[in-house]
């Protein structure tokens, strides 16, 4: 392999702007061993996708996505498409020698996940999961500061992803169909945070001891044309029917942590008031942690060993002497956003793919897998229930 | 009975003085119909008692709490001894037709809560619990929203008590001895935010979904004298020897509202960062609200129908026209303390046994014997435990 | 002199509850070598002042405030009266040998407070300032930190006292009467911070640089019965006639410390949003410093020598062992409110009275009469105004 | 002209990375009615030239700069020099009929600063300056609630920008060099508050009524190499000699605002925990504003007509369907970051050249005039001072 990178990517909606924003980006800001080129672009709408193709510089652009992916110039996949089509497209590039970086959840269902898994495991290419957020700054400086020892052993952690967009008012868009979205905030949300938790702790998660999944909202307005939109469906028209939303809503469950520890795990779309509180607070013997993306430049740490005056020093995660991946973006104290946590991932996939390490551990579809069977038990727990009921007098 | 309410207090330690307080100060703040004379208080040790009596003002002082709570003298029983006896004492007071107020919880067991309640339905005393929390001026305003309808259906109630004095040094006091405390931050602290969560919503808890109970800290070094300290157990001195603690650390569990909405509830010694961390979230169609008693003058409120503007509003809950219970304080945003919850509700207790309606509504037994059974279901929930083991590959 | 403190109070408004409790409260809660008996209370409103002494407890009351400063009986007068007659009164107290302690500002006028001090130069009396955030747990523990070298060499000290609620609607009630309130925020809120920020830095203010004093509202609904009201004037109806407000609404002034570091004072009344923002921020060579009353248990502390963990330490300054004056309070982190603030200064009244020492130093007249200098010399520096006009186009 | 168009960039350091990637990301993320072209850059040193220009796309590369700004094929000039420079670069590029977006301060000198706008207003270039803090979401959706009256009458306007890397320990870079830089603290960081306040008051500052300019530390370490090096200096060796900072530390300014406000600014480098606190607090009779760059996608709002429940709002500006330039980038609640600010400012600009409205008004030659001329104001008054000495004693 020469110093070039091709990259195709397969997905041009959400992720797929934030995929090749990062592709864009990553040589600009961060020196690397190889140069990543935006080769081809994949989409199934002909024309949205010249056009998209055209504003972020992919040189080529097909809808055949299994062309793309067996192309002999091409060295990196990308995926980002629907959960039900990663394992079909992941597998047929693993077999073609490619590497490949996946969108998480790995899959929609856990046999998906693992025949991945089993892919990656004799093919000659590298696999990557794209949970971001282990490189926003301040949860990769979580991460270190766990290695180093900063909380001892740990005895909680609680994570929550809060989102409120699902209201009653909000129409039945593709998230909210099962076939398709394969859960709810569940394999949204809880995903994000369950990756968030093994990857700060260094634990694994052991035992689900208990969980709620609950549908507030069963019947939604149906949108004219079908259950297209993205998230906001700002704007969308809708068709006067109702239909019925297949997916939950709020998925809450506690488990056991491999160290010793318990831990609780929340996800919703009807918390209202807040709108991407994708946050954990753990609590060792040593010290605790506390993050929340909604001030994502933001790191919470307590020592107890500051006495008279330890407080919570909530630490702007900015400082490029001093914090992950800050160095390469601008002088101390100019905050990183959002799509900062690709552009990151992107320079350590980079890296990987050249031999080298990364800053912070990178999840591959084996890890992702062990991610993806916590859910699946939560959801089991879900829906064994026994639940002890209260005499309400 | 003239205006003079006669109260006899049972107790001397930290609720004693808190309650002492709350008798001494209530007439100077609050215009009152009756007025609350300090006239005895028993206690164990004589000679700490008249030290006692004669530092807060207590006129007669004695260590026969049976002679106490039936002295014709006496109006108001006032318990604040440990949950172990509660039952006793006050079902003696109740059928000397003497007022009851006792501290939560209200018993060490069921049947012995449910004991008490059966002695109130035949009493003609009036029965109160010492949920002090509800009148937090913050917390007040809280249940006032909800009443006025600023939430609409609830989704989310999100409540936890966290501590962090329960760490590996310190000694077996006498809360970690099951015997006399009864359980370990669950009946300490969960309690509090279960009764929170009833009140401020409403709504009552109709099932628990799964829960984890954890010792984390089995082993702990007995104190010389045995285990008789108090919560800080500041120099203490160690015999050297190791005692078993035989009470939670922590409990968590996921429970249902009777409204459709989900909830979750913990409470731990050892959440390192957090003293007094009090707090919970309620999440509703229509609007949300959040409080930690570390910020106890502040209430948090999302109102999404600000919109452009609308963002968690940070409310000083200490203006006299507008607020719950401050007008009788100072001046607008001169900050309360924790001690303040005991005074407001002395004045509501003054107010219903002078035939008056308290400010916000006040927990009787019977009413406390409804959070009784949600701790009991939790911890039935978390030893019936039947985990979902996730495969560690 | 025996161990009894005899106290005559001097007024019975807003101070005077402020004080009342201070001296009923001190000795449930401080272990003291004085015991304080409140002995007589002096007010102008003979019924109203009847009805005080029963209420909090004063074994006497008087309307002649002379005959009370100069009975033999007491031992420490107490002038909570308004700053116009603080002079007359506590010279006449100081001449009969009491001890005396006054509110702040020391005086209404330069000159009277510079009598004060020469009074009190030759009297047997001790006397004190009632400076009471000086014994805010956060305010004192910032004095320490200080002391004990975590600031270094101090560059800025920035300090505000920001109010709301002297907007448009607001009757003309004493408070903007000049004649009898000296000055408007002024005198009201900056003596506050410039005695703060000498105490709490230990350094004087040299020099004033520059200062803007303005009166944004100066004509005011004239209240019925004349200009009486406290600060709320809640439930006050008007005359429908209008006055004018002689007194300043806000404030702000430039400052030189004797460090070497440069200061900023501002006060308002119309600052909306504010109620007791009573904040500073002190930035010194090795750490900072941060408070705001509208948070009073917190005391945030940034130490550089932190690394990488460097943050802002947001101290809960509620745990006895660690924080001045919480010991004598609740267990740790059960926060405390205002009035706590003139019970920890009451219990340094005692101390010193007793010959012991003050946890924190103690303003008597001659440290008072320095912020009073400073207050002075502000004042003369906006009204002496040089301002360079900007081209507007 | 047709739909190109055509870049010439001026500065290779900080502001050329930053602008770099202004025009690189502004057309993938907005609609845009001229394409921008990244077409020559222009630096000093050759080799670093080349490299930069590889890096980023620029299509040319030259060292002379009246080369750049004369070249028939460029149509706006990109000015992110060094500020004694702006002046000339400018005119040259104005004579040439070229449009100029200069990086703030406009100049180093008012005369110069004068200069500018004089060409500029004989040209037909359109002229556009860096104030890129007007388009971080949260400053523009400040600006739009005043202008729909959300505040009234302003009474106050409290700015500061507080940074702390100018310790002791910082050796003597470039922006110690009043020769190079003209001013410290002042020109590089009031000027961006200054601007900040007429922005989002949309008011005039009319007159300076005090000021104070400090250099706290004089003498600073030489550098190898002589002063060339960035903000952070990290990892630059020091020569063991000692060299003289020319310019100020700190400089602070009270203020007077055209609708009879009166206002604070202050800037620093000392300011220790704070690295990029570029904030202000304004408050109206109707309402208060309060921004911190250092939480840059929030913007605090109080509205007091919100009764019992107000409080501040702390709104996440980051909505799409709400919140002004956030719709171009991500869903809801995706947070920005700093280099955002320079994309949004990129998009107007091009949108004004193509002979639309801005989003928020765009500072142009004429208005960067005005804030230059406040600053340099508050300098004559710094060094006029008349300071009233307070007696120490």
């Not at 996940?113 to 301040?138: C, D, H, I, L």
């Not at 909530?314 to 390469?328: L, Q, S, W």
């Not at 350590?348 to 390490?357: L, Q, R, T, V």
């Not at 999840?363 to 727990?381: G, K, M, N, S, Y």
């Amino acid at each position: 392999m020469s110093d070039e990178l091709n990259i195709a990517l397969l997905g041009t909606k959400f992720m797929g702007r934030a995929h090749s924003n990062a592709w864009l980006s990553v040589a600009k800001f961060f020196d690397l061993d190889l140069h990543p080129t935006m080769h081809t672009v994949v989409g199934r709408n002909e024309q949205e996708l010249a056009a998209f193709a055209r504003r972020w510089g992919w040189r080529e652009h097909t809808s055949d996505w299994r062309q793309a992916v067996t192309d002999d110039r091409v060295h990196l996949v990308d995926i980002g498409t629907p959960n039900n089509v990663h394992a079909e497209q992941a597998i047929a590039a693993l077999e073609a020698g490619k590497h490949v970086a996946c969108e998480k959840p790995l899959a929609n269902t856990l046999a998906a996940a693992e025949a991945m898994v089993e892919a990656a495991s004799t093919s000659e290419g590298k696999t990557f999961v794209w949970f971001n957020y282990r490189r926003v700054p301040a949860v990769a400086m979580a991460h270190k500061l766990v290695r180093q020892g900063a909380l001892g052993t740990i005895y909680h952690a609680r994570a929550a992803y809060l989102q409120s967009w699902g209201g009653p008012d909000t129409p039945l868009l593709w998230r909210f169909d099962g076939d398709v979205a394969g859960s709810g905030a569940h394999g949204d949300l809880n995903a994000h945070i369950v990756d968030a938790i093994r990857f700060v702790t260094g634990e694994e998660i052991t035992a689900i001891e208990g969980a709620v999944e609950e549908t507030f909202i069963t019947e939604r307005q149906v949108l004219d044309g079908g259950s297209g939109g993205e998230i906001a469906g700002a704007g969308s028209s809708t068709s006067g029917r109702m239909g019925t939303s297949t997916v939950d809503d709020a998925v809450a469950f506690l488990a056991r942590l491999s160290g010793g520890g318990i831990a609780s795990f929340e996800a919703s779309r009807v918390a209202t008031g807040y709108h991407n509180a994708n946050r954990f607070e753990i609590h060792g013997e040593k010290g605790a942690l506390r993050f929340d993306f909604e001030r994502m430049n933001e790191l919470d740490y307590y020592n107890p060993g500051d006495g008279p005056t330890a407080g919570w020093r909530t630490i702007d995660v900015t400082r490029g002497a001093e914090h992950p991946f800050v160095e390469a973006w601008w002088p101390d104290s100019h905050g990183l956003g959002y799509e900062h946590s690709f552009v990151n991932q992107a320079a350590d996939i980079i890296a990987m793919i050249a031999g080298a390490s990364p800053v912070v551990p990178m999840p591959d579809f084996a890890d992702a897998l062990r991610t993806q069977r916590v859910l699946d038990a939560a959801i089991e727990a879900a829906r064994r229930r026994a639940p002890i009921p209260i005499d309400p007098v």
